[in-house]
């Protein structure tokens, strides 16, 4: 079974930064595709970042796009989300999740994946 465990979340200041890390176990995650999504209070799940395991294919959503940067470790599986210049709109629980499907038409969609973390809370202050 697979099991995906968010850390990192916390409180900053806008224009500070935090790194988001998601611990993958349970399979081995060679060929699937690593996604971080967002959800604010009274929004919907919002699509932040994508990653393939083989690390060559990189996605983001345009509302974090050039602020943020996916990456991964296979040694640990584990990837890992680092985001710059936070501001109080990102805001949000921010969730891991694994495609075992490296051929879907699209990763922005959480219906694209089949496991999710728990997520974890980030807060940033104005």
């Known amino acids: 079974q697979v099991q995906l465990v968010e850390s990192g979340g916390g409180l900053v200041q806008a224009g500070g930064s935090l790194r988001l890390s998601c611990a993958a176990s349970?399979?081995?995650?060679?060929?699937?595709?690593m996604g971080w999504f967002r959800q604010a209070p009274g929004k919907e799940r919002e699509f932040v970042a994508a990653i393939w395991w083989s690390g060559n294919r990189l996605h983001y959503g345009p509302s974090v796009k050039g602020r943020f940067t996916v990456s991964g470790d296979n040694a640990k599986n584990t990837v890992y989300l680092q985001m710059d210049s936070l501001q109080p709109e990102d805001t949000a629980v921010y969730y891991c999740?694994?495609?075992?499907?490296?051929?879907?038409?699209?990763?922005?969609?959480?219906?694209?994946?089949?496991?999710w973390g728990q997520g974890t809370q980030v807060t940033v202050s104005s």
């Open positions: 999740a694994a495609s075992r499907d490296p051929y879907r038409p699209t990763y922005g969609s959480r219906q694209s994946y089949d496991y």
């Open positions: 349970g399979r081995t995650f060679s060929r699937y595709v």
